[in-house]
């Protein structure tokens, strides 16, 4: 006897309710929570992403996980049977192949268009080369990341290109960060302000960042960078511009001293090596 | 139990005994901990020796290292972990035995960190060195301390070779005074270059705990 149980429309009927609430649920309660938070147009920018991004794999995980389970409950072997039975073969369903094709491609092109309007508005925060291809608009203060084992420096070309050991930045404006290194591959990752961009050696990696509130953000390296790495990081401020200038100035004087040691100002260095290194 | 299966068991037993011993030759296998001394000024006292080899009972005899050092009865100790206490000054005496490597970063030439903002180089109150003839960097990046450490010169008449070094040999003298933070394990390092023999002098004593970094155990 054929078992007529619309086993199909349970299963697609539970997933929708289901996939609904869930859906709802982690769109609006649990991706806005989420990090990097909003302390920058990017890191804004990142959190909608992995809101699109949450709200569009959930019914695809739910789909999964809730076919696995209605399998495991409805067709599991019952106490007293003492056969194993299967249901008819499938022999191709162009109507269900269609759908498939139709949804997953759909899918994945959404993605792909989405993903590169959200790169292309403001980079990101990602670091873009030295040619960036996306440059938001307005006046940008210029900072340099400088990475050696193992610390971050900082040098401002705006201010004369001082150099500092700690980083500042100006509330609502616009950061160009060029991120460099003068010896081995690093990263500069302030997951607070929505930038991650790698420290090569001899290259100038730009990322760039739109500031909001002042707020205290970490700075860590986040690429295996020697015996240390783990130990590389330290904080850093975005401030009121007034304060920013004040701090800037403090630099200046208190950096007086070794000012005239420095190179000038270049998007990358090539430090003279090897006196001592094989 | 058969022979076969007896073979099978005791090799067995004797790979875990063995890989337990590594593991645990590895664990307990770091550099030792000298604990700073009271000073009359207050604070406490650390001496400090860089030299261009370490001494030749070492397992690395040609590597770059600091040492603990009393000059006064030559007791020169290989230990890059110093117990200094919670919110105290610690005054440094460091002896600088080694040539000049010249910096990478020109900018850690400056000194910061340090209790007035400057450091004595031989006596002398000083804030910043030639890049090019700096030899150490005795930094701890958590306090933002930096200090860099003169190169003796390269036509000096009495060089130190390894460790351990005396007084009448060719040396810088730098102090300096500091003030350690809350409790907890701080990192110090050089930030020269310094291994030689090593691409770009990035290798080796630079990259392992015991010579050219160790830390603070602030207690």
């Known amino acids: ?278 | 139990m058969n022979k076969r299966a007896l073979a099978v068991l005791v090799c067995t037993a004797v790979s875990f005994v063995l890989v337990g011993l590594y593991i645990g030759l590895y664990l307990t296998a770091h550099p030792g901990t000298a604990i700073a001394s009271a000073s009359p000024e207050g604070g406490v006292q650390l001496n400090l020796a860089t030299v261009p080899a370490a001494a030749l009972n070492d397992p690395h005899p040609t590597w770059v290292s600091y040492y603990v050092v009393n000059t006064h009865d030559q007791d020169w100790q290989h230990k890059t972990t110093w117990v200094v206490p919670a919110h105290t000054l610690v005054h440094v005496t460091l002896y600088q035995y080694d040539g000049a490597s010249g910096l990478r970063n020109p900018f850690l030439s400056q000194v910061t960190g340090t209790v007035g903002g400057t450091f004595d180089l031989n006596g002398k109150t000083t804030k910043t060195i030639n890049p090019n003839a700096t030899s150490h960097v005795f930094a701890i990046p958590a306090y933002g301390l930096t200090v860099p450490l003169l190169g003796v010169s390269a036509t000096a008449k009495n060089p130190c070779s390894n460790a351990p070094c005396t007084l009448s040999q060719d040396h810088e003298t730098i102090t300096f005074t500091f003030r350690t933070g809350a409790k907890g394990l701080v990192r110090w390092q050089c930030f020269v270059p310094c291994a030689a023999g090593y691409i770009q002098g990035f290798g080796g004593p630079m990259q392992t705990v015991g010579y050219m970094d160790g830390f603070l155990k602030v207690v």
């Open chain 1, 1 to 278: 006897m054929q078992d007529t149980t619309p086993y199909f429309r349970r299963l697609v009927l539970i997933w929708l309710v289901s996939s609904v609430v869930l859906t709802a649920l982690v769109v609006f309660v649990l991706a806005p929570g989420l990090p990097p938070g909003n302390a920058t147009v990017q890191s804004s920018a990142a959190v909608v992403d992995n809101t699109v991004l949450f709200g569009i794999s959930t019914p695809i995980a739910l789909a999964v996980l809730l076919c696995l389970g209605y399998c495991l409950v409805v067709f599991r072997e019952r106490p007293g049977s003492d056969t194993t039975l299967e249901g008819p073969a499938v022999r191709g369903n162009s109507s269900i192949q269609l759908w498939w094709l139709v949804i997953t491609t759909t899918t994945v092109l959404f993605l792909a268009v989405f993903g590169s309007i959200e790169l292309l508005k403001d980079g990101a925060g990602g670091g873009q080369g030295p040619n960036p291809l996306s440059v938001p608009a307005g006046h940008a203060i210029q900072v340099q990341v400088i990475a050696q084992q193992w610390e971050f420096t900082y040098r401002y070309p705006g201010y004369g290109g001082v150099e500092t050991n700690s980083l500042e930045i100006p509330a609502n404006s616009l950061i160009e960060f060029h991120v460099t290194s003068l010896d081995v591959i690093h990263s500069f990752w302030a997951y607070q302000l929505g930038v991650k961009a790698d420290a090569n050696p001899g290259e100038d990696n730009i990322a760039y960042v739109n500031t909001k509130a002042p707020l205290n953000f970490e700075v860590h390296c986040a690429e295996l960078c020697g015996v240390y790495h783990g130990y590389m990081y330290n904080s850093g401020k975005v401030v009121p511009k007034a304060e920013f200038a004040s701090w800037i100035a403090q630099q200046q004087k208190t950096f007086a001293p070794v000012s005239g040691n420095l190179p000038k100002y270049s998007r990358s260095y090539f430090p003279a090596p090897d006196r001592r290194g094989g």
